[in-house]
């Protein structure tokens, strides 16, 4: 995994072909990749349905600790970390790259 | 026994059963290359003998209730059926993410339109880094430049795109290539895959057997991508089996988190099944896929450990890898209980390896193509 900090200023965004799915056989949520499924928590839940490819990553943070009351630097280091992974997996872009949100 | 409550293995062990994430459904084994390492059966399917599209569109109905999630649309060349669009926007309806497996030939502009937003993901496939290379592979002329202008027209529409390689001692020098070509079309990922020796590509073993020095190198040529490209495009690997230390787990373990649906509705728990004897597989026409996925025979045979035979019964990778390929045990060690003969555990291993070795050192480049059989007249 990068080590590199994803600016606060980038707007992430799931793009086309990866998108959150409500799994209704299993009673959890899935985020539907090429060739992959990855089971959710209501952490990674969260954040995902924050990216609206509108929002920066502050205001995303921002949105998150409002909603669920928790000081900025946890939420922050979560959202890197969640984010950076899924970013070396192609399943998360950051604004400007090509693909276009979904 | 379909009355019976519990599901039992194929040696009457009870086993336990999830659900499938991923379906493949093979539209149709018709295909306009003759890639003479297809995974389609050698006994192929006739057209006639096709589900029509409503029969489709009631399988995807009938896999998102029992829990499918993914469908990859495949054959033979998914391409070769016209009513296509169709096909693909009955399993979107159905609530599944849409993968369309393709070589591209006989997809146009028009017809790519008709799939946006329609199918999640395209998976190319590549046989080659050029027009020799490719159009002598697949059996088809031209088929290079179409397959690139497919690609080309695809990105223009946005479609994400994973190329699918598949290598071998012909083509495997040039990875760093294939890996080029995909970062140029702009694929997200590739996959790189060895040929899986079954079927056609047993036909062909001594021309397209790699050799070690080809799979250490390719090894080397995917690590140095994985670390210079991470970020922006990913990489799958799948080795040779025969040169790894321990076979892989073929479908995540038999009947646990796939299935495959032919083209004339007939539900298997992998591609190959069908050349286990013995097996009866039942039919989505006749049966529902929940009764076949949850109670079917087939699918429970090899469900859980209690059908393995030592070395694999008290071995700590059983749940690992599952002993391996079923299709494979029952193709070189005549038993599909059997351990997977490419696991350095199974007595038969030193032989299939040295057998790949000497396939690997012919100097053979006879490709005995995948063809259809003509359908008999009257």
Same mark, same amino acid.
């Given at each position: 995994?990068?080590?590199?900090?994803?600016?606060?200023?980038?707007? &992430?965004?799931?793009?086309?072909?990866?998108?959150?799915?409500?799994? @209704?056989?299993?009673?959890? @949520?899935?985020?539907?990749?090429?060739? @992959?499924?990855?089971?959710?928590?209501?952490?990674?839940?969260?954040?995902?349905?924050?990216?609206?490819?509108? @929002?920066?990553?502050?205001?995303?943070?921002?949105?998150?600790?409002?909603?669920?009351?928790?000081? &900025?630097?946890?939420?922050?280091?979560?959202?890197?970390?969640?984010?950076?992974?899924?970013?070396?997996?192609?399943?998360?872009?950051?604004?400007?790259?090509?693909?276009? &949100?979904? | 026994?379909?009355?019976?409550?519990?599901?039992?293995?194929?040696?009457?062990?009870?086993?336990? +059963?999830?659900?499938?994430?991923?379906?493949?459904?093979?539209?149709?084994? %018709?295909?306009?290359?003759?890639?003479?390492?297809?995974?389609?059966? +050698?006994?192929?399917?006739?057209?006639?003998?096709?589900?029509?599209? #409503?029969?489709?569109?009631?399988?995807?109905?009938?896999?998102?209730?029992?829990?499918?999630?993914?469908?990859?649309?495949?054959?033979?060349?998914?391409?070769?059926?016209?009513?296509?669009?169709?096909?693909?926007?009955?399993? %979107?309806?159905?609530?599944?993410?849409?993968?369309?497996?393709?070589?591209?030939?006989?997809?146009?502009?028009?017809?790519?339109?008709?799939?946006?937003?329609?199918?999640?993901?395209?998976?190319?496939?590549?046989?080659?880094?050029?027009?020799?290379?490719?159009?002598?592979?697949?059996?088809?002329?031209?088929?290079?430049?179409?397959?690139?202008?497919?690609?080309?027209?695809?990105?223009?529409?946005?479609?994400?795109?994973?190329?699918?390689?598949?290598?071998?001692?012909?083509?495997?020098? %040039?990875?760093?290539?294939?890996?080029?070509?995909?970062?140029?079309?702009?694929?997200?990922?590739?996959?790189?895959?060895?040929?899986?020796?079954?079927?056609?590509?047993?036909?062909?073993?001594?021309?397209?057997?790699?050799?070690?020095?080809?799979?250490?190198?390719?090894?080397?040529?995917?690590?140095?991508?994985?670390?210079?490209?991470?970020?922006?495009?990913?990489?799958?690997?799948?080795?040779?089996?025969?040169?790894?230390?321990?076979?892989?787990?073929?479908?995540?373990?038999?009947?646990?988190?796939?299935?495959?649906?032919?083209?004339?509705?007939?539900?298997?728990?992998?591609?190959?099944?069908?050349?286990?004897?013995?097996?009866?597989?039942?039919?989505?026409?006749?049966?529902?896929?929940?009764?076949?996925?949850?109670?079917?025979?087939?699918?429970?045979?090899?469900?859980?450990?209690?059908?393995?035979?030592?070395?694999?019964?008290?071995?700590?990778?059983?749940?690992?890898?599952?002993?391996?390929?079923?299709?494979?045990?029952?193709?070189? #060690?005549?038993?599909?209980?059997?351990?997977?003969?490419?696991?350095?555990?199974?007595?038969?291993?030193?032989?299939?390896?040295?057998?790949?070795?000497?396939?690997?050192?012919?100097?053979?480049?006879?490709?005995?193509?995948?063809?259809?059989?003509?359908?008999?007249?009257?």
């Amino acid at each position: 995994m990068s080590a590199d900090r994803i600016s606060g200023a980038a707007v &992430p965004y799931l793009p086309r072909g990866v998108r959150l799915h409500d799994d @209704r056989v299993r009673g959890i @949520r899935v985020l539907l990749a090429p060739e @992959r499924v990855i089971q959710l928590d209501p952490v990674g839940h969260a954040i995902l349905s924050e990216l609206d490819g509108k @929002r920066s990553l502050a205001e995303v943070i921002e949105t998150l600790c409002t909603r669920y009351d928790a000081p &900025p630097e946890q939420i922050e280091g979560d959202v890197q970390e969640f984010l950076r992974d899924l970013m070396d997996r192609r399943m998360v872009f950051l604004d400007g790259e090509a693909g276009g &949100p979904a | 026994m379909r009355d019976d409550p519990a599901p039992r293995d194929i040696d009457g062990n009870p086993v336990r +059963v999830g659900l499938p994430m991923a379906m493949l459904a093979e539209l149709t084994h %018709r295909c306009p290359l003759a890639c003479p390492y297809c995974s389609n059966p +050698v006994e192929l399917t006739r057209a006639s003998a096709e589900l029509k599209a #409503a029969e489709w569109a009631e399988v995807f109905r009938q896999a998102a209730g029992l829990g499918v999630l993914q469908v990859h649309l495949s054959g033979g060349e998914p391409a070769s059926r016209r009513d296509l669009a169709e096909i693909a926007a009955s399993a %979107r309806d159905a609530g599944l993410y849409v993968n369309l497996i393709t070589s591209g030939i006989g997809l146009t502009e028009a017809r790519l339109r008709e799939l946006d937003g329609v199918v999640d993901h395209i998976q190319l496939s590549l046989q080659g880094i050029d027009a020799e290379m490719a159009d002598w592979i697949s059996g088809y002329g031209g088929s290079f430049a179409r397959k690139m202008q497919v690609a080309q027209w695809s990105r223009a529409i946005g479609f994400p795109m994973t190329l699918n390689a598949v290598v071998h001692r012909q083509n495997l020098d %040039r990875l760093p290539e294939m890996i080029d070509l995909a970062e140029e079309l702009g694929c997200r990922r590739i996959e790189v895959a060895t040929v899986q020796f079954h079927g056609w590509a047993d036909l062909n073993r001594r021309p397209l057997m790699p050799t070690q020095a080809q799979a250490t190198r390719a090894r080397e040529v995917v690590d140095e991508a994985r670390r210079r490209l991470q970020g922006r495009m990913v990489i799958d690997y799948v080795p040779a089996d025969h040169l790894a230390a321990f076979p892989k787990s073929c479908m995540g373990g038999w009947g646990s988190t796939g299935l495959n649906v032919a083209p004339d509705g007939t539900v298997l728990p992998c591609h190959a099944a069908q050349t286990i004897k013995g097996l009866a597989f039942e039919n989505v026409r006749e049966v529902p896929l929940a009764r076949i996925w949850h109670d079917g025979a087939a699918f429970n045979a090899f469900r859980g450990t209690g059908w393995m035979p030592e070395p694999c019964a008290s071995c700590e990778r059983r749940e690992i890898d599952f002993g391996g390929c079923r299709c494979q045990a029952m193709a070189l #060690a005549g038993d599909a209980r059997a351990t997977d003969p490419v696991c350095s555990r199974s007595g038969l291993h030193a032989r299939l390896r040295a057998a790949a070795e000497a396939e690997a050192a012919s100097d053979s480049t006879v490709l005995v193509y995948r063809r259809m059989t003509r359908e008999k007249r009257g």
